[in-house]
């Protein structure tokens, strides 16, 4: 049976990526090791589901489909950088959510248990919103690199609207991560 790696997620926009690209770049300048999220792959994560089996997709499907159902599309704005999980020892460099993230938490809270009754664990960490930009692989002066971070804590990077909620397959290669869409459901009112 095929095996894959997935998750769920919100796509980020043009414009918005590019936002997104510039502030890597000025991190970029440092000259640190950080495998960098490529434009076409930039997202917004709700839930990572880790290895699954295909036979999953449908339920999957059906559950992004039962919480998209009612809600409208909304206005996404994204502002600030930071570090996970802190910048003793971060790790990841991400963009935070400054509008939007009421929306995003609802629709998290009634994806997971729906999510659970096919099999997937509750998250036990709470639900932090954020557009990973890069994982830290090694730091010349981590001080410098947090500070850097600190000057960007409120960058303004954009708005876009929330219009679906993708069910993406993970395919890591040696260039980096590659993604495809397996199921997309789109934010609508019921009528």
Not at 34 to 59: Q, R, S
Request: contains cysteine.
């Amino acid at each position: 049976m095929k095996r894959l790696r997935a998750f769920i997620a919100i796509e980020i926009s043009g414009p918005v990526k590019e936002s997104l690209q510039r502030i890597q770049d000025s991190f970029r300048r440092l000259g640190d090791r950080v495998g960098w999220v490529k434009p076409a792959g930039m997202h917004l994560t709700l839930k990572f589901l880790g290895e699954i089996e295909e036979t999953m997709i449908p339920p999957i499907s059906e559950a992004i489909s039962r919480t998209c159902a009612g809600r409208e599309p909304f206005m996404l704005h994204l502002a600030g950088v930071g570090v996970f999980p802190g910048a003793k020892c971060p790790r990841i460099l991400w963009a935070g959510v400054a509008q939007g993230e009421e929306q995003l938490r609802s629709i998290f809270s009634r994806l997971d248990p729906l999510l659970e009754r096919i099999g997937f664990p509750q998250e036990k960490r709470v639900f932090h919103p954020h557009v990973t930009l890069g994982r830290i692989k090694a730091l010349h002066d981590r001080r410098r690199f947090v500070a850097h971070a600190a000057e960007n804590r409120e960058v303004d990077v954009g708005s876009m609207m929330v219009e679906a909620v993708h069910l993406t397959e993970s395919r890591l290669r040696s260039e980096g991560a590659e993604y495809r869409i397996r199921f997309t459901s789109s934010l609508k009112i019921l009528r």
